[in-house]
């Protein structure tokens, strides 16, 4: 099998994983899912998932013409990649053929290779036409009504616009690192934003440890959390570590907590990478105990503000763990209020575009705690619009903010200040 075709077969594998299986993809590239693959394989598999992942109702609207049934779910994922590829400039007889191969290998469905053929050569004739017509790609039911619920309809819409258009890549770098060999438009809160940027190890600066990749969102947490020079601060929840290397690149004492062995594990190779220091503890937030000047928690969340780079979120998940999460961020925000010195400050903040583990939260910890006051000036800065400043004194970014300079990540923060 071509290296092409072997890069397709593993995209296929990984659609099954995601819509039969209910896995992320993060999941299905930790447990070895593209070990087999060379490097430049494994990009092209993994663009070619996310792509599809992207596209995929348009991919089923074009392919519904055609089908009498729907076929078994690896045939229908098959079809599903080949018409992005076939609608988006793929070689009509390279892609069919590749996808009738790859059919024909499969020991349960060989036989099906000649549907897939045949239904793929139709959309190769009518498909790139068609595509240019239909909607923007809608999230599905369970993750769209909450939404259009909290931001309305219309914004729905341009959030879904700014998924399907995807993510740039967006650099923070180390006081002082010159980023001019990176290219790029320096956004106005200090990211460096890079558009078809390529393998990220690649680019210049990369293995010195100048930078490291972080969208503009959540780059601001740490930000406007402000941690100083000889100030003890404590991030909850760190890994990969995005934020522990803003706080410890300002020069503040940084002791980072994450539950997960294997992703400190990532942390700690970005800290040497970079030669950032910080103390690295492998445990549960909610066991943490001292005081710190300033404290990050960056809880565990739905994500569901990362979906312009994770498309496989709203197919694979279906909401079922939400009612955990929120009471955990709960749980979470409250202890981590315990750890605050007082005069000190939190930042509590998540990926997340549902109110629930963002504003109401916060909302609620007002209420809860007399000595804690949201810093409204904090969040005011180049670049950031005054109405996405919320009632109760938070920050709240959405995907569809920013479109002409491509889009930001959806995220919700509140710097809270505990009274001396
Ligand atoms: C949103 S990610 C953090 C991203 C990170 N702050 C950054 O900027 O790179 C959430 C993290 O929470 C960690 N986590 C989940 N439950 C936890 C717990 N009970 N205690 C500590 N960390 C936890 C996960 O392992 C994950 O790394």
């Known amino acids: ?48 998932a996310v792509e599809t992942l992207r596209s995929l109702e348009r991919a089923d609207r074009i392919l519904k013409k055609h089908l009498k049934k729907t076929p078994p779910l690896m045939v229908m994922n098959a079809l599903r990649l080949g018409t992005v590829e076939l609608c988006s400039g793929g070689a009509a007889h390279g892609v069919v053929n590749a996808m009738v191969a790859i ?65 740039p890549l967006d650099i923070t770098g180390k006081p002082g690192a010159d980023l001019q060999a990176l290219g790029g438009v320096l956004l106005p809160t200090g990211s460096l934003r890079i558009a078809g940027a390529g393998q990220v190890s690649a680019l210049p600066g990369y293995r010195e440890g100048d930078w490291w990749v972080q969208d503009a969102a959540a780059a601001l947490p ?38 997960s062995e294997s992703r400190v594990a990532r942390l700690r190779e970005n800290l040497e990478r970079t030669g950032l220091e910080a103390e690295l503890v492998v445990a549960d937030a909610l066991e943490q105990t001292g005081q710190y000047d300033a404290v990050l928690l960056d809880a565990p969340c739905s994500a569901t503000g990362t979906i312009r780079r994770h ?89 569809d903010y920013w479109p002409e300079q491509g889009g930001m990540d959806g995220f919700y923060m509140a710097l809270l200040r505990k009274t001396a």
Not at 323 to 351: F, S
Request: with cysteine.
């Open 1 to 48: 099998m071509s290296d092409a075709n072997h890069a397709r077969r593993t995209a296929v594998y990984l659609l099954d994983q995601v819509l039969g299986e209910g896995r992320l993809l993060a999941e299905c590239y930790a447990a070895g899912a593209l070990e087999k693959l060379a490097p430049e394989n494994r990009a092209r598999a993994q663009r070619l």
């Open 103 to 167: 059919v024909s290998n499969h020991r349960r469905h060989g036989q099906l290779k000649g549907l897939v053929n045949a239904i793929l050569r139709k959309v190769a004739d009518e498909g790139p036409e068609e595509w240019a017509k239909l909607r923007v790609p809608r999230l599905p039911n369970w993750l769209r009504k909450p939404l259009v619920q909290a931001w309305g309809a219309e914004a729905m819409l341009s959030m879904e616009a700014a998924h399907y258009a995807g993510a």
């Open 311 to 399: 498309p496989d979120l709203p197919q694979a998940k279906d909401g079922s763990e939400f009612g955990a999460l929120i009471e955990l961020q709960a749980q979470m925000l409250a202890h981590a209020w315990t750890l605050v010195k007082p005069g000190g400050r939190l930042m509590y903040c998540t990926c997340s575009l549902l109110p629930d583990e963002g504003e109401c939260q916060v909302e609620e910890a007002l209420e809860m705690f007399p000595d804690m006051a949201a810093d409204r000036e904090a969040l005011k800065m180049p670049g950031v619009d005054a109405d996405w400043i919320t009632e109760e004194g938070g920050l709240r970014l959405r995907p």
């Open 222 to 259: 740490a930000l406007i959390l402000n941690a100083l020079q000889g100030e003890q601060a404590l991030d909850l929840c760190a890994a990969p570590g995005g934020k522990t290397m803003q706080m410890a690149a300002a020069g503040a004492k940084v002791t980072a907590v994450d539950i």
